[in-house]
């Protein structure tokens, strides 16, 4: 699935998205700085989730919101905004916005409502063979895992299993495992200060170091230090 965050502030982007990505390891996020961004990735992928900021530059957050929803009518769209503001409010409920959340976010609250989206409206990945291959990934993806093993424990063949999962969870087998493994990466880094970055690797499931960090930048955008250096 794909979820789109939008915020001027680039902490506050790190933040939701580290909130996130651990609970809904298999959700894709597009991040965007204002609402030119957050337009351009809306013409290009198929959004189904968007959290939005009210006071971007340029366009509001509830103009962003309108764009979103004329591109992509069953989007659901949850507002972010530093300040209880009864026109903000009135506005969100009239662009038919599923929740509004008022900032510093707080982790239980957005949860919560992220929980609910997920288990009422997100949609539901059809084949029971690709809920199994997802749910053997999330617990074996720091293992020495690959598409043809995949296969073979969810009875398929490879071949199959590959275009099947891509029509259905929107990415190949090959990004998701990258994906998962990043952002447990990310929390090691985080949490584990005593860990270096080549025990890092290897509990993400690389054999090579240089591997993992060419990985990391290319995921986040700087190398595995760094990220562990911002973070503490």
């Known amino acids: 699935m794909n979820v789109l965050l939008v915020d001027d502030e ?5 933040q939701l998205e580290f909130l996130i990505q651990p609970q809904f390891p298999f959700w894709r996020l597009y991040k965007a700085a204002d609402g030119t961004q957050a337009n351009s990735i809306g013409q290009e992928v198929q959004i189904q989730l968007a959290l939005l ?5 340029g366009k509001s957050g509830l103009l962003v919101a309108e764009d979103l929803r004329r591109l992509h009518p069953e989007i659901h769209i949850i507002m972010i905004s530093a300040h209880h503001n009864f026109q903000y409010a009135r ?3 009239k662009l038919k916005v599923m929740d509004y959340i008022t900032k510093p976010v707080i982790e239980q609250e957005l949860l919560e409502v992220l929980h609910e ?5 997100s949609p539901a990945v059809q084949s029971k063979v690709i809920q199994e291959a997802l749910q053997i990934m999330q617990k074996q ?11 073979s424990a969810v009875h398929m063949n490879p071949t199959y299993l590959s275009r099947l999962f891509h029509e259905e969870v929107g990415i190949s087998f ?5 994906q998962l493994r990043m952002e447990y990466a990310k929390q090691l880094l985080h949490r584990h200060s005593d860990l270096n970055i080549a025990d890092v690797a290897e509990r ?3 054999n ?7 990985q990391f930048h290319k995921h986040v955008g700087m190398p595995p230090k760094k990220f562990r250096e911002k973070r503490n």
Do not use: R, V
């Open 10 to 14: 680039p902490l506050e982007l790190e």
């Open 141 to 151: 993806f720091s293992g020495k895992i690959n598409l043809s093993g995949l296969a």
């Open 53 to 57: 900021d009210i006071n971007l530059p």
């Open 117 to 121: 989206f997920d288990h009422n409206d």
């Open 91 to 93: 506005q969100s409920i």
């Open 174 to 178: 090959s990004e998701y495992l990258n």
């Open 204 to 206: 993400c499931g690389f």
């Open 208 to 214: 090579s170091q240089h591997y993992f960090c060419t």
